[in-house]
């Protein structure tokens, strides 16, 4: 099956199996150039500031990105060439890798779920489990040779801004800093490092359609120099292009439920085109399964009831990879009958 991997070859034509109907493809002419998707400097001195900002954005946006995040430039450049070294690997390197049994922790696959879908997506990722690291490590790709180490420096300073940026959306609910942190346990830990290669037609089809994220927290690093990433506000899709250095976050289904519907875990997607390969690297911090997820009695005060019942990680997730990526947004199965709060976003 490790053949149905799209960076084994050059594509010069559209594979049938690749083209979405009319209705659903993405009319790229319509897309809004990056609109004032927030910007949050974490170099600045006014920590009451960067609240303010995040509050704002994950109220609004659902989506930000991070400059100044402390995490170094010539690591993040690493870690690009490297993807970038791994996905050009001969084929028989990849076969070793390549999976297409989503309960596999470390593997090498194609599109989403080819297990399910009758259409695929334009999209070879890798997925890797990372906490705890040195139970995973070990079986990580060797080739390239600095991987592991790359890889596993990496891992250890994205989970250290993910529990930073975790504990100023906390203040930004007026909650104590370390409560997210807290009600989601011991959060596991994983990353998709993808590739979309160029595509002979990339209007017919999508590196991954609009979903959303069932994580808590996702921290994503962008190709620099390919724009791909476009994110649904007011009826729209918007491209959030590339900064250099920055990330991007956004919020996960699982802080749209404890916020009470407060934050947005917004629909998004990623495009291809046909001039130029493109990769991402997205680190996600997914609840303990066993933790239940309920908002805080803070949050639920006042004439607000809780907008979702509640659940566990565990159940959440066996639901929302028992559908199809592009499905009705996989919170609206846990959504209580009665009136949300004047706040909550319509997604």
């Not at 994950?58 to 970038?84: D, W």
């Not at 906390?170 to 909650?175: F, I, T």
């Amino acid at each position: 099956m490790a053949d149905m991997l799209l960076s084994i070859g050059e594509h010069d034509t559209m594979p049938r199996n690749y083209v979405r109907p009319e209705n659903e493809r993405p009319h790229l002419d319509n897309v809004i150039a990056d609109a004032n998707i927030p910007v949050v400097d974490f170099g600045a001195s006014d920590k009451s500031q960067i609240i303010s900002q995040i509050e704002k954005a994950c109220r609004l946006y659902g989506f930000f990105q991070v400059v100044n995040h402390g995490i170094a430039a010539e690591l993040i450049k690493k870690v690009l060439a490297i993807t970038l070294e791994f996905f050009r690997l001969p084929p028989e390197e990849k076969a070793k890798l390549y999976s297409d049994d989503p309960t596999k922790k470390i593997r090498l696959s194609t599109s989403f779920n080819v297990r399910k879908e009758t259409v695929h997506n334009w999209r070879d990722y890798l997925r890797l489990h990372c906490y705890p690291l040195e139970e995973f490590v070990p079986d990580w790709p060797s080739n390239p040779s600095s991987f592991k180490d790359v890889f596993g420096s990496y891992c250890k300073q994205v989970r250290q801004l993910g529990f930073r940026i975790l504990g100023i959306i906390s203040l930004s609910l007026g909650l104590e800093e370390a409560y997210l942190g807290r009600v989601l346990g011991e959060q596991e830990q994983h990353m998709a490092v993808n590739y979309y290669p160029k595509c002979p037609e990339p209007e017919l089809t999508y590196g991954l359609p609009a979903h959303t994220d069932p994580n808590a927290l996702t921290i994503l690093l962008q190709d620099p120099y390919v724009s791909g990433l476009q994110v649904h506000k007011d009826g729209k899709w918007i491209a959030v292009d590339p900064k250099p250095n920055a990330f991007v976050i956004n919020i996960g289904d699982q802080l749209q439920a404890l916020s009470n519907g407060r934050y947005k875990s917004v629909w998004h997607r990623a495009v291809v085109n046909s001039n130029k390969e493109r990769m991402s690297v997205a680190s996600f911090l997914c609840p303990c399964n066993s933790v239940l997820i309920s908002p805080p009695e803070k949050l639920i005060a006042d004439g607000c009831p809780a907008v979702y019942r509640s659940y566990t990680y565990d159940e959440y997730y066996q639901k929302f990879w028992s559908r199809n990526l592009d499905q009705e947004h996989c919170l609206e199965l846990f959504k209580r009958d009665r009136e949300t709060c004047p706040d909550s976003p319509s997604l």
